[in-house]
């Protein structure tokens, strides 16, 4: 975003006042900021106490050995029985848990707590079956069905690790994870539906356990849609087998607070991804209290969608532990946007609270309203944002449309190593202020520093950092310690750096402006502009890469790469842009391809070799190319010009 944008976006005047009978019956008020700024460490406990604990904690933070945080240290808890066993304790067996909504158009399914709590247990006695022992790790990679939210706190229950890789990823990169965490099971299933058709995932499982040697012991496969699938016997184990006939009896261990709960790959500046590890009793405290705070949930009445895939972290922290710990009634939708579709669902299921993403918001809006103005969705009282900068005027579409400007929006910043939400207004205390993230949460305490670190004060830009530990943070990188704290804590001594650029306004609200990092983000999705580029360098027609992220539209950034090729490529041929896009969806997946691909002679480079990303990004967003001065050879640039000119 530049500088222009920014001072516009905020001059912006109009402020949403919270409804007040949401503010009278709030979960979180105005006084829970000067709580938690006395005692932050007291703050967190009492949110830490609304979760059911085997052995209550000795000490609720040690920081002795910074950034290493531990959390609710000596307290043991079990976080699939706070998800699921203690609301049937409670009385509540009877409630739906989750009401799933298949893709094809009639295929739903209700799941009640009781019976999630059957199948939990059956998975659990499952996986034990098929040797999988506390800390193991475990490997899924599934569709939005049920059974994903079954295999992932089955996992819990047993203290495996599980992780989660979205289903829109490559064989490669699923072997690349599973390699990563040594996991020695994955959960599959034979397809899933998407757009109407059933597509395949298991030759995806198939390929990325070949490629791993004999890493993967047994494959566990939901029958989904019925396809063929290649079978290996005594390693592939179908799900309705070992599952079905399992008992529904699990006695469940607690687990330490610091027992690891699983790790979700996310891209970083290099080629290769991080494997966030979060853990049980801090992250099950910051998801669930935050999931009640932010959202105002009312787990007797509400119902609450949150339409994000469970391959990522959103589908982690607020489809499955927050709600569920909360004790929440969601829907499970399977299919991606489609016109009408959501709307219908909200209608049909009396949706309370809904949580998606800007580029969502921003597809929806390009379509028209006359679609969502066609179904009935007064139910909706709370709407939420996620995943990247929502502008002001799809806020505004977002609380007059979807919301019949009654609801109030919560755009909330948060990111896969927080875990949990952590800046965002309250929606019982905060007057929105369209396209900003508004304050720190209550116990969160997050600044905007410049090159010293120093606070940048009202109305200046620089980067967001963190300064406190919180419960759902991240403990370090899966085996490797060193680039935790070399990427996250070594810009400045004690500070957590998000890698995000904020502005703080006059009132002191934060700003969001997205990665100052090689990290894109393309419909909301972490995308790394090494990874791709090392994608590409890996053709063999190709010898350099450079991707940028640009500005798009309807995803917020697209993926734009310019390549050189090999002499011995000739001019690649007349396919060669489809054949590079082509060869990064399979390295990667889909969500990678790029937008736009420019074979062009040379690269920017400065004298010491750096590629300036900058100046390709002014061509993909056909601007002005700004200052040139520091290249090696300014003549470069006018060499890519050309051949943008003559691009078709
Ligand atoms: C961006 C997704 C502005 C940000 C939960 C962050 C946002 C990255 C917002 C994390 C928001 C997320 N406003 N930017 N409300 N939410 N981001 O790990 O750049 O997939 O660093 O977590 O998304 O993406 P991740």
Redesign the pocket.
């Known amino acids: 975003m530049s500088e222009q944008t920014l001072s516009n976006l905020s001059r912006e005047e109009r402020r949403f006042e919270p409804p007040a009978d949401l503010a009278a019956n709030a979960n979180v008020t105005e006084e829970a900021y000067a709580r938690a700024d006395e005692d932050r460490e007291a703050f967190w406990a009492a949110a830490a106490d609304r979760l059911d604990w085997g052995q209550r904690w000795d000490q609720v933070l040690d920081w002795s050995n910074p950034p290493f945080a531990k959390w609710f240290v000596g307290g043991t808890l079990n976080a699939a029985v706070n998800c699921v066993d203690r609301h049937v304790d409670a009385g509540n067996g009877d409630k739906v848990a989750l009401h799933w909504v298949g893709e094809p158009d009639d295929d739903t399914r209700d799941i009640t707590y009781s019976q999630l709590k059957d199948e939990v247990s059956r998975a659990a006695n499952a996986l034990t079956e098929l040797g999988v022992q506390k800390g193991d790790r475990v490997a899924i990679y599934m569709p939005m069905i049920p059974e994903v939210v079954v295999a992932m706190l089955a996992c819990a229950r047993l203290g495996a690790p599980h992780t989660v890789v979205f289903g829109g990823f490559s064989a490669d990169a699923l072997a690349s994870r599973i390699t990563d965490c040594e996991a020695h099971v994955v959960i599959t299933s034979d397809g899933g539906y998407r757009r109407g058709a059933a597509s395949a995932l298991k030759p995806a499982v198939d390929e990325a356990v070949e490629k791993t040697g004999d890493l993967v012991r047994n494959v566990l496969v939901v029958r989904r849609t019925g396809q063929d699938v290649d079978w290996h016997e005594g390693r592939d184990v179908w799900w309705h087998d070992a599952v079905d006939n399992a008992s529904p009896d699990h006695e469940a261990e607690m687990h330490d607070s610091e027992h690891p709960l699983y790790v979700m790959y996310?891209s970083g500046t290099t080629g290769k991804p991080k494997g966030?590890l979060h853990t049980t009793g801090g992250y099950l405290t910051g998801t669930s209290f935050t999931h009640w705070e932010v959202f105002d949930l009312k787990p007797e009445t509400d119902v609450y969608w949150c339409t994000?895939d469970v391959g990522?972290?959103?589908g982690h922290?607020y489809m499955v532990y927050g709600p569920l710990a909360n004790g929440a009634t969601q829907v499970m939708y399977e299919g991606t946007p489609e016109k009408g579709r959501w709307w219908q669902i909200v209608q049909d299921y009396k949706v309370t609270i809904f949580y998606t993403a800007?580029t969502a918001i921003r597809t929806f809006m390009k379509q028209g309203r006359e679609i969502p103005d066609g179904y009935d969705m007064s139910s909706l009282r709370l709407l939420g944002?996620?995943?990247?900068?929502?502008n002001p005027e799809a806020y505004v579409w977002y609380r007059e449309v979807i919301g019949g400007d009654r609801c109030p929006v919560v755009?909330?910043?948060?990111?896969?190593?927080?875990g949990q939400?952590m800046?965002?207004p309250l929606p019982g205390v905060t007057a929105g202020k369209p396209g900003s993230?508004m304050k720190a949460l209550p116990g969160v305490v997050a600044d905007v520093v410049d090159d010293e670190a120093r606070s940048v004060g009202n109305g200046n830009g620089g980067y967001?950092v963190l300064k406190e530990p919180w419960p759902a943070m991240l403990r370090t990188l899966w085996g490797d310690d060193q680039r935790f704290k070399d990427t996250y804590w070594s810009r400045w001594e004690g500070l957590y750096f998000?890698?995000?650029g904020a502005k703080l306004d006059e009132d002191g609200d934060v700003w969001?402006?997205?990665?100052v990092d090689d990290?894109m983000?393309v419909s909301?999705?972490?995308l790394s502009t090494t990874e791709i580029e090392s994608a590409l360098v890996s053709h063999p027609k190709v010898a350099e890469a450079a991707v940028v992220g640009a500005a798009d539209e309807t995803t917020g950034q697209a993926v734009c790469a310019f390549v050189i090729l090999r002499e011995s490529a000739g001019d690649g041929g007349p396919d060669i842009v489809e054949e590079l896009r082509k060869h990064v969806q399979k390295e990667i997946g889909a969500i990678a391809k790029p937008r736009q691909i420019m074979v062009v002679p040379e690269l920017p480079k400065t004298r010491s070799g750096k590629i300036m990303r900058r100046l390709l990004k002014d061509v993909a967003e056909h601007r002005e190319v700004g200052d040139v001065t520091t290249l090696a050879d300014s003549t470069v640039m006018d060499l890519i010009k050309d051949k943008e000119g003559s691009a078709p």
């Open positions: 996310t966030i994000a990522w972290v959103t922290s800007p944002s996620v995943g990247e900068p929502i755009d909330t910043w948060w990111q896969t190593e927080t939400i800046i965002s993230a967001l998000a890698g995000d969001l402006l997205g990665r990290v983000n909301g999705h972490r």
